[in-house]
Structures are given as C-alpha cells and as structure tokens.
C-alpha cells in the first residue's frame, strides 16, 4: 500500500493538490517575511501593539476612560486590533496580488484563487502568532478569562470566509480599476471606526438625528466577529443576533467574491 509521503503530485486528487500548494505558498510568503527581516516576528504585532498604547493614552490617560466593565481598557483594544491587523493587510495585499505577483500567476498553472488564499492562510498564521501578545497583556493585568473563550475559534473561522470573500472580490476588480486599491485604502480607514475595534456596540448612537446609525453598524460582520473574540473576556460582549449576521453576511460576501472571481478570471489573464 502506498504512503500517502509517497504520493506523487500527479496522483493526488484535485483538493489534495490545491492544499499542497497553498501550504507551499504560504510557507514561501512568512519564509520571505521572516528570514529576511532582522526583527522576524516582531514586525507582525509591532503595529496593532503601538496602535493599542497610542489608543490607550489617548482614551485613557486623557480623557479618563476606565476599563470595559472590571476589565482593563488596554487588554480590550489589543483584544480588537490584532484580528483588525489581520484583516486589514490582507485586503491591502489582496488589492495588489496579481501586479504583484503577475509574472508568477503567468508562468505557473495553479488556480488563480491561491494567490488571494495564500495571503489569508499566512496573514491568519501571523495574527495566532501575535495572540501570544495579548495573552500577555491579559496576565499582566489580571483579566481573566472566561468559559467564553470556547467561542474564539468561530470568530477566527467567520473572519477567515469573510476577509477570503472580499479578497476574492478586490483582487480582480483592481486589475481594471487602478484607482480602486487607493479607495480601498479610504474605505477601511473608515470601516475601522465603524466597526467594534475601539469600542463596544453598546456605545453606537443607535439613532443620530433621525438616521439609524447603530442599525446600519450592526450589519457590519466585523461586529459579531469582534463580539467573538472578546467574549473571552467580556462574556456580555457575546450578541447572538450579531453572530448571526456575521455568519450569514461572510457566507454571502464568500459567494459574491466566488461568483465575481470566477467571471473575471479570464480577464484578468488577459489584462497582466
């Protein structure tokens, strides 16, 4: 009987072969990001960790903010910007992986998929490896974790489907919009402050003169995605109502991206 080691590529199914590339891709990508940089690791949770002290001196020390409930406001934001990290450079990469990366996407025949997939198994890869950071953060200031840590996982599963989905989709349409990678960049500046990354969806406005702010907010899938993670911590921040919607928006935006991807592959060759 033959080992599955010694399986020659030829002979393994169409998933088995899609899976051994993307695995010898990702490795390819956080080799290039690791090996050849002095600090490694670091460079990975160097950003969310500056970001969350700047966000902690600014709402805390001046103008006074305690923590969420009993916990410390600064475990609360390393608890949202590390997945927040996650997602954004993976739509920025995303934006920018076929003229980047057009001369290897020409040469080598695999799907054109792994390419927006590699970037989101490795960016996955990078925010696990930094949640090391907040479990230390965590211990230093004495928050304790509670049974709603079980729900973690399902926040790191809806926003892999989530970011994949959009990847899908803005890889593609930025072959033929070169504008739309800058956009892209003004749009996420601006789903940051409208997603639950500094703060609790309890704090939305839920009506901002006539206009139903907190609403709208709530249909952003980062808000239950975020309410996952945080959980852990702050069991109250677990709102079923908005898993749900993160849930079935990731799914619809994985089926839109799909859809989108697959239609304008044959362009997109064309076009590099």
């Not at 590339?21 to 160097?46: E, M, P």
Request: proline share 6%; with cysteine.
């Amino acid at each position: 009987m033959t080992s599955s080691t010694a399986v020659r590529p030829a002979q393994r199914t169409p998933f088995a072969r899609y899976r051994h590339s993307l695995w010898l891709l990702t490795k390819r990508d956080l080799s290039v990001r690791y090996t050849t940089n002095a600090l490694g690791y670091v460079w990975s949770i160097l950003d969310p960790l500056l970001m969350s002290l700047i966000y902690f001196f600014v709402f805390v020390l001046v103008m006074h903010r305690g923590g969420t409930g009993d916990q410390p406001y600064i475990v609360y934001l390393m608890a949202g910007l590390l997945p927040w990290t996650w997602f954004n450079s993976t739509i920025t990469d995303a934006s920018r992986v076929f003229s980047k990366e057009s001369k290897l996407v020409r040469s080598v025949k695999l799907p054109q998929s792994l390419w927006v997939a590699r970037i989101v198994l490795s960016k996955g890869i990078e925010y696990i490896a930094s949640l090391a950071v907040l479990v230390i953060f965590a211990v230093l200031n004495h928050a304790p974790v509670t049974a709603y840590v079980v729900w973690f996982p399902l926040g790191i599963v809806l926003q892999a489907i989530l970011v994949y989905g959009l990847g899908l989709i803005v890889a593609p349409l930025t072959v033929f919009y070169k504008d739309l990678e800058r956009a892209i960049r003004l749009i996420l500046r601006v789903l940051f402050y409208a997603s639950a990354v500094l703060y609790s969806p309890d704090e939305w406005p839920q009506d901002f003169h006539g206009f139903p702010v907190g609403r709208i907010l709530e249909l952003n899938p980062l808000t239950g995605i975020m309410g996952l993670y945080r959980c852990a911590f702050w069991p109250k921040e677990l709102e079923m109502g908005h898993v749900i919607v993160s849930a079935v928006g990731s799914l619809v935006i994985l089926g839109v991206g799909t859809l989108v991807f697959r239609r304008s592959v044959p362009a997109v060759l064309k076009e590099m």
